[in-house]
Nanobody, 124 residues
Framework: QVQLVESGGGLAQAGGSLRLSCVAS????????MGWFRQVPGKEREFAAAIGRSGGSTQYADSVKGRFTISRDNAKNTVYLQMNSLKPDDTAVYYC?????????????????WGQGTQVTVSS
């Protein structure tokens, strides 16, 4: 069973940047697809970004395209989410997820392990 631990959340001003990290253990990290989702209290969890096992395939939600970049370092068992030009609407708990099939899925049902989440708050 893979374990995922997110870090890097915090408070940022609108227009600023944050980088989230997610370290995985317990499985062969390089075989798995990874994703970032986010959730605001009272709303459904939504897709933000995903990356395939080799890093060659990425997908982004329209709301973050051009501002967020997902990447991975298989040697460090880590996936990153670089968030630039942050907006107050980006405020949410951000969750890291993995899938054993290796693809960059956009649906929650495609992922079989989840982290505990890290809070990102963007002030205006």
């Amino acid at each position: 069973q893979v374990q995922l631990v997110e870090s890097g959340g915090g408070l940022a001003q609108a227009g600023g940047s944050l980088r989230l990290s997610c370290v995985a253990s317990g499985r062969i990290f390089s075989s798995y697809g990874m994703g970032w989702f986010r959730q605001v209290p009272g709303k459904e969890r939504e897709f933000a970004a995903a990356i395939g096992r080799s890093g060659g395939s990425t997908q982004y939600a329209d709301s973050v395209k051009g501002r967020f970049t997902i990447s991975r370092d298989n040697a460090k068992n880590t996936v990153y989410l670089q968030m630039n030009s942050l907006k107050p609407d980006d405020t949410a708990v951000y969750y890291c997820a993995s899938n054993r099939f290796g693809y960059s899925g956009t649906l929650q049902s495609q992922y079989d392990a989840w982290g505990q989440g890290t809070q990102v708050t963007v002030s205006s």
